[in-house]
């Protein structure tokens, strides 16, 4: 995945697509310090924490739009739509709420989770299973609604 991004990067500056080559060099910067935290702690990016990275990075857009939507600023508001649309590009596809009730009536199963306490043991195997394919900020209430919680 991390090689994508300079090869992209590369065709959209000499298609001069300055809307598109500002995403990529904000996904760089991002990977970038990802690399130098996890050197510090010995560890390497893959490509999950590049998945979480870039859903974060959604996540945020997502945010700000809101707010410059409540400032009254479209034009900034629609740069951010069309940074999400570049992000959104290297997610894989979303799942959708039937989905997502399977898997976690599958992870429940797996993991023999019968409290709300055993939360964590749920939301561990979804997230190895499935990051970058669920909102895990929307999955915690329904893991929590599932155990009786």
Do not use: N
Not at 4 to 22: C, N, S, T, Y
Not at 76 to 97: C, G, N
């Amino acid at each position: 995945m991390r090689e994508k991004f300079p090869e992209l990067m590369k065709i959209a500056m000499k298609a001069g697509d300055k809307q598109r080559v500002g995403a990529l060099r904000l996904i760089q910067a991002a990977l970038k310090d990802r690399d130098i935290e996890a050197r510090g702690a010995g560890k390497t990016v893959s490509d999950d924490d590049i998945l979480a990275m870039l859903q974060k990075m959604v996540k945020q857009r997502q945010d700000s739009i809101a707010l410059y939507e409540q400032g009254g600023r479209k034009d900034l508001a629609d740069q951010e739509r069309a940074e999400i649309a570049v992000i959104s590009e290297f997610l894989p596809k979303a799942m959708d709420e039937a989905e997502v009730a399977a898997a976690i009536q599958a992870a429940i199963a797996e993991t023999g989770a019968a409290s709300p306490k055993d939360m964590g043991k749920v939301i561990g195997a979804l997230k190895a299973k499935f990051t970058g394919r669920m909102d895990f900020g929307k999955v915690s209430p329904a893991v929590k609604a599932a155990l009786g919680g």
